[in-house]
Nanobody, 124 residues
Framework: QVHLAESGGGLVQAGDSLRLSCVCS????????LGWFRQAPGKDREFVAG????????YYADSVKGRFIISRDNAKNTGYLQMSTLKPDDTAVYYC?????????????????WGQGTQVTVSS
């Protein structure tokens, strides 16, 4: 069974950086597309970044473009989200998700497995 576990969240100040990790329980992670989403209080979950199974074709939401970097290490069954120049508006629970098709989508309903999420809080 596929399990995803996020880590790396926390409380930081505006301008700080954080790196989130997403560890997958199965080695077939290397064939899955990876997406990161976030959900702020009172808001819908939104797409943040996605990358193909191969690590190619990164795509970012406009709100994080130039500040966040998505990456993956398939040998470690792990995905990452490097977040820099954090803003209070980045405060949310961050989720990783995978698509067994190997691609990624902006639509959360296309994903097959989800982690439990990790809280990121950015103070001003």
């Amino acid at each position: 069974q596929v399990h995803l576990a996020e880590s790396g969240g926390g409380l930081v100040q505006a301008g700080d950086s954080l790196r989130l990790s997403c560890v997958c329980s199965v080695s077939t992670f290397g064939s899955y597309g990876l997406g990161w989403f976030r959900q702020a209080p009172g808001k819908d979950r939104e797409f943040v970044a996605g990358v193909l199974w191969s690590g190619e074709n990164e795509y970012y939401a406009d709100s994080v473009k130039g500040r966040f970097i998505i990456s993956r290490d398939n040998a470690k069954n792990t995905g990452y989200l490097q977040m820099s120049t954090l803003k209070p508006d980045d405060t949310a629970v961050y989720y990783c998700a995978v698509e067994v098709s190997g691609g990624f989508d902006l639509d959360e309903h296309e994903y097959d497995y989800w982690g439990q999420g990790t809280q990121v809080t950015v103070s001003s």
